[in-house]
């Protein structure tokens, strides 16, 4: 059970590592291979902040900030000078493997005995319920400070999600998600579509890195290689979202995207827990992604052709 | 009110594809005028359209409106002056969005880009009356996906949204060319509306003599980058299909004869 508290919190943590690619996938049609940069950049900024004694709400802040900044030299580059949609994505984020490790000073750092969000939270739930409280779920006995951590980062979730909802719902936002949609008409209605996309990679990233610097806090190390992956991961969270919910409004593909990012990762547990070798879950996820593409298409070809042939 | 100075605009130049798709044309529309844009294709029209809007950059010339000089400016920045319906039904409109968002997008243009709600209770409330001036029923429709409309639907959309805050200049580039005849009509009749209620200065470009006769003030044809008739006034009136036709194929011809040269 513990097990399953812990799928379920990392499957919130990389919630918001699915917010940022619905960004910029979905809204900006881009497959933005930044984040695989951030998402380490996120765990490297958390990870040398908090070892030289910086307060960790603060930090995880910073790390978002510097995920912004990180999105928007990918949006600068693309949009203000021009450069392929992918390589740009690509040269961000192979500056960022050499900026991480500058950031940690070497390609590790454990925090397991460090003060982090995440001990923060189970301070507090240890002194409101005492040190080995436990919750009975389904029959299940959970150490309470584990169900606290979840369910505080599910708010903080909640809210977060809420607020990036209400944002592109503003006059800005809305911009933002039309300039995905029909770039020619909103430049023609006087909208600055390089700045929009500027703005909105660097949103994405922001998320992104938030994701990792989380992640850092909870696993309790940061790796430089930690990134590598994401893109597919937060893809797969999208689609496995779109197939459970289907409609397409900002609102509730948002909610997808979680719904589908906590799924996945619980799904991944349990195939772990069945012995499957943790060194193939990349192959697994990048498969499983392309299933999903592939796999409705082949099915709308033969119903086609049946058609066809009838 | 527009001008345009000598404007050159080579595509793939130095290469045999070489394509001159402006020659040097200078062309002055004055306040109010309505000015029917007429071509074959590759006449250059759509890059006159797109010197305008900013959307090319032409190699040489200038463009000015209201005399000042706005060659080089970016096509967002301009955008606030021109409105610009498209050929295509789908160019002018964010299909996933809905009706209300995209009008109000076409509302943001007057100011309000910042943390404002895009469809604040007031600018809701001014987007239900005018959509539901066009009689189309639409106003019952504003939270649909736009890209559920027919083409017609949006290209009247489109419409409204380009003189949504009141351009100094109208462009519309063969705005009712992908419809069918009868909602083409529609188009064309909401547009002669709008642009005489708010006496707009307008260039529209279409391939219909029919609508090139019964429209607008002046009718100028254009051939290989450059201007080859231009009528106002009486002559514009007193000219029929007819003459438009036999102008188009001498035209045309002589397009040809010079493709065989080529």
């Not at chain 1, 998402?39 to 040398?48: K, M, N, Q, R, S």
Request: proline residues 2%.
């Amino acid at each position: 059970m513990t097990l399953l508290i812990g799928a379920l919190v990392m499957g919130v943590i990389l919630s918001f590592l699915a917010l940022g690619i619905f960004v910029s996938f979905r809204l900006f049609n881009y497959p933005d291979l930044t984040a695989e940069g951030s998402f380490a950049l996120g765990g490297a900024v958390i990870a040398a902040l908090i070892i030289s004694g910086f307060e960790p709400l603060t930090a995880t802040l910073l790390a978002f900030i510097c995920g912004c900044i990180a999105g928007a030299c990918t949006g600068f580059l693309r949009s203000y000078l021009k450069v392929q949609e992918l390589l740009s994505g690509i040269l961000v984020m192979t500056s960022l493997y050499s900026i991480n490790l500058t950031i940690m000073g070497r390609s590790n750092i454990p925090l397991l005995s460090d003060t982090t969000v995440i001990t923060i939270l189970e301070r507090i739930s240890d002194r409101m319920l005492g040190v080995s409280a436990k919750a009975v779920l389904l029959g299940w006995s959970i150490p309470c400070r584990n169900l606290a951590v979840f369910l505080i980062l599910l708010a903080v979730l909640a809210v977060f999600s809420l607020a990036l909802y209400l944002f592109f719902r503003t006059n800005i936002g809305t911009a933002m998600r039309a300039v995905g949609n029909n770039a020619q008409m909103v430049r023609a209605l006087g909208v600055n579509t390089n700045l929009m996309v500027v703005l909105g990679i660097g949103l994405a990233n922001g998320c992104i890195a938030l994701s990792g610097a989380l992640m850092a806090q909870y696993q309790g190390f940061a790796d430089v290689q930690m990134g590598i992956g994401m893109l597919v991961w937060g893809i797969a969270s999208l689609i496995i979202g779109d197939s459970l919910i289907g409609i397409r409004s900002t609102g509730l593909t948002m909610a997808g995207a979680i719904m589908g990012s906590v799924l996945f990762r619980l799904l991944v547990s349990i195939a772990l827990q069945w012995g499957m070798n943790p060194n193939h879950l990349k192959l697994v996820s990048a498969v499983l992604v392309l299933l999903i593409i592939v796999f409705p298409m082949m099915v709308q070809k033969k119903r086609k052709k049946k058609g066809a042939e009838a | 009110m527009l001008e345009l100075r000598n404007l050159v605009k080579i595509y793939n130049a130095g290469s045999p594809n070489e394509m001159r798709a402006l020659q040097s044309l200078s062309l002055a529309v004055s306040e109010g005028e309505w000015v029917v844009l007429l071509g074959t294709n590759g006449s250059g029209k759509s890059s006159l359209m797109g010197a305008i809007a900013g959307s090319t950059v032409p190699d040489e010339g200038s463009v000015y409106l209201d005399g000042s000089d706005i060659t080089e400016m970016p096509e967002h920045v301009r955008a606030r002056w021109i409105g610009r319906v498209f050929q295509n039904p789908f160019a002018g409109t964010a299909p996933d969005m809905s009706i209300s968002e995209n009008l109000a997008l076409a509302a943001m243009k007057g100011g309000g880009r910042g943390l404002g709600w895009a469809l604040a209770r007031k600018r809701l409330a001014e987007i239900r009356e005018r959509v539901k001036a066009l009689h189309m029923g639409l106003e019952k429709r504003l939270e649909d996906r736009i890209g559920c409309l027919s083409g017609g639907e949006r290209q009247a959309l489109t419409l409204l949204m380009a003189t949504w805050i009141r351009p100094k200049l109208l462009l519309l580039d063969e705005h009712t060319a992908a419809l069918d005849p009868k909602t083409a009509a529609e188009v064309i009749s909401l547009s002669r509306e709008i642009i005489r209620r708010d006496s707009l200065t307008t260039l529209m470009v279409t391939h219909s003599m029919q609508q090139a006769v019964n429209m607008g003030d002046r009718i100028v044809m254009m051939n290989r980058g450059s201007i080859v008739h231009d009528f106002s006034g009486e002559e514009k009136k007193k000219l029929k299909v007819r003459d438009l036709i036999e102008l188009f194929n001498e035209e045309h011809g002589e397009l040809q004869n010079g493709a065989v040269h080529c």
